[in-house]
């Protein structure tokens, strides 16, 4: 699944962390991030695993938990709307970030439903850099994405038994 080259260079994943945790909720379920990076280090073998996220002050102790589990986060400021909703679009910074660390990494894994990469997603596998995209919904998953990434997709939950929090 992954390139041939990847013992010259790491593999890198890039992540959509507002599009992965809603994926998740919507299915009713909590990811243990712990677990998912230990997951894409074993099963991708990611050495940097980037998450792009949007940066509000009370969640601090939400990033200092990401950062002890292994994600290098990438901040986003939040914007809020007139009608107080919280806006942070990542999606232009995580791009431009597959394309800025493009020589460092043998295969990109993208962790996305998003639509807004497919262009992304087609140019990696035409390259031979894309790993895999992850979708974090089946149901939700843009047929433009799974159209471009062809046969390097996968749902999360098709091993959710394997980074799933357990409830104590």
């Known amino acids: 699944m992954l390139n ?17 945790y809603k994926g998740i909720e919507e299915q009713n379920w909590i990811l243990d991030y712990k677990k998912f990076r230990i997951y894409l280090k074993e099963k991708y073998k990611v050495e940097k695993a980037y998450l792009f996220i949007g940066y509000v002050s009370e969640n601090q102790d939400l990033y200092t ?3 002890e589990s292994g994600f ?4 986003k ?15 232009a ?13 043998s295969n990109a894994v993208i962790v996305t439903s998003d639509g807004d990469f497919d262009t992304t997603v087609r140019y990696l596998r035409k ?4 790993g895999v995209v992850l979708s974090p919904h089946v149901d939700t998953c843009s047929a433009l994405l799974k159209i471009e990434a062809q046969s390097k997709i996968d749902f999360i939950y098709n091993f ?8 104590p």
């Open 4 to 20: 041939r080259n990847s013992k010259t260079k790491p593999n890198y994943a890039f992540i959509d962390a507002q599009n992965l």
């Open 65 to 67: 938990t990401l950062q």
């Open 72 to 75: 290098l986060l990438k901040f």
């Open 77 to 91: 400021p939040v914007l809020y709307k007139e009608n107080g909703i919280k806006q942070g679009n990542v999606d």
């Open 93 to 105: 910074d995580l791009a431009l970030n597959i394309m800025r660390y493009y020589s460092e990494y």
């Open 127 to 130: 390259k031979h850099k894309l």
């Open 160 to 167: 959710k038994s394997k980074v799933e929090k357990i409830k």
